[in-house]
Structure formats: structure tokens, C-alpha cells
């Protein structure tokens, strides 16, 4: 069945950066999109971005630009979202989703298990 | 950007009772682009319709999903024990929002 395996909880103080990565299986990775979405303690869902692991596009919100790279390595089939200037409130569970087209858009179908990111002084 | 609201915050009802959950968007969603999922406590979440009405693999036939323009409706049609959680609405047509979620929870 497909899953998407994350990277351990990490630690890291203000201003630093995370690379979570997320490694996906049982489908072919290239044919599937992945999108970050990440969970503040006790919080909502919020949409980081998107990347296609096809041709490498990317499509990040608003909230995130400039912070947030997107990137893939499709000989291990694995996914990375690398966040920087990292500040008390980015602290969350981030998780990677498989996307899949439908009707032309990006439908979020399966989930990784998430990864918890502190951030902590 | 399109704001999703979600009524209500916490619903608390018994073990086979009907649930409904609204979904309303801030300006028109195309039935198309319209997700709900489900989320239970410590995991990650899991998709429950799209296209406002069709369900995800091995989803249960009680869960049915309407709607149209701004108003949605996801609607479990007799609670099952397992089906107490946490519901979020999506919309994907136009980037991706979510709604902050409804809490179904034990009566």
C-alpha cells in the first residue's frame, strides 16, 4: 500500500533551519505530486506547498515564500521541505502528502505520519 | 484566498446517531474541488470524500458528502465508535485552504 515515511522529530533553535524528508513507496513517485502541510499544537491544517516530482515545478503560499524550498530526489523516491529563519511559532507537526490529479487539480490522498519540529531556545 | 468556515466547532452526539457538518466558503467552490478529511488524535489525517461527494478507498457508505457554490455538507449517517474525531473541509481549486475543523465528540 503507499506510504510516505518522515523523517524523526527535530530540535532546533531560533533562526536555524529543518529538512524533513519524507520517502514514498508502492507507487511510482514521478507520477504523484507531494505537498506539505503542517499542524501547530492543537491547531488546524495549513498548506505549506506543492512540487511535482516530475519536472521540479513548485507552488509555495504566500506565507511561506521565501522561507520554504521544496525539493526531491527521485532515486530514492524521497521528498524534502527545508525550512529557515525559523521562529517559536513555526513549531508544528509537518507533514508530507501524496498528491493526485483530479480534474486538473492537485487532490492530497495520502499522508505521511508526520514530523514534530520544536523550536526552542 | 478562499477562507473555508466550518460549523459546528464540536458536535457531541451518541454512538449511532446522525452527524452533520457544514462547510461554507467564502466565494464559490467548484463541486469538483471540495475534500473532507478526517483526523484522529496523534494521527496524521485521512481522506474521506472529494469532489464534494465521492468517497476515498475503503471509506464506509456512511459517510456522504453534498453541496454546492459555498455550502457543504458532510453528513455520518449512523456514528460508528471509531468515527469520533476531528473533520476538516478543504477546497483545491484555488491553491489549498482549509477549514478549521469540527470536533465530533462522545454525548
Known amino acids: 500500500q503507499v506510504q510516505l515515511v518522515q523523517s524523526g522529530a527535530e530540535v532546533q533553535k531560533p533562526g536555524a533551519s529543518v529538512k524533513v524528508s519524507c520517502r514514498a513507496s508502492a507507487y511510482i513517485f514521478t507520477s504523484y505530486g507531494i505537498s506539505w502541510v503542517r499542524q501547530a499544537p492543537g491547531q488546524g491544517l495549513e498548506w505549506m506547498g506543492w512540487m511535482s516530482t516530475y519536472n521540479g515545478d513548485t507552488n509555495n503560499a504566500q506565507k511561506f515564500q521565501g522561507r520554504v524550498t521544496l525539493t526531491t530526489d527521485t532515486s530514492t523516491n524521497t521528498a524534502y521541505m527545508e525550512l529557515r529563519s525559523l521562529r517559536y511559532d513555526d513549531t508544528a507537526v509537518y507533514y508530507c502528502a501524496r498528491s493526485t490529479r483530479y480534474r486538473g487539480r492537485q487532490l492530497i490522498d495520502y499522508w505521511g505520519q508526520g514530523t514534530l519540529v520544536t523550536v526552542s531556545s | 484566498e478562499i477562507v473555508l468556515t466550518q460549523s459546528p466547532g464540536t458536535l457531541s452526539l451518541s454512538p449511532g446517531a446522525r452527524a452533520t457538518l457544514s462547510c461554507r466558503a467564502s466565494q464559490s467552490v467548484s463541486t469538483s474541488y471540495l475534500a473532507w478529511y478526517q483526523q484522529k488524535p496523534g494521527q496524521a489525517p485521512r481522506l474521506l470524500i472529494y469532489?464534494?461527494?465521492n468517497r476515498a478507498t475503503g471509506i464506509p457508505d456512511r459517510f456522504s458528502g453534498s453541496g454546492s457554490g459555498t455550502d457543504f455538507t458532510l453528513i455520518i449517517s449512523r456514528l460508528e465508535p471509531e468515527d469520533f474525531a476531528v473533520y476538516y473541509c478543504q477546497q483545491y481549486g484555488s491553491s489549498f485552504t482549509f477549514g478549521p475543523g469540527t470536533k465530533v465528540d462522545i454525548k
Open positions: 469532489g464534494t461527494s
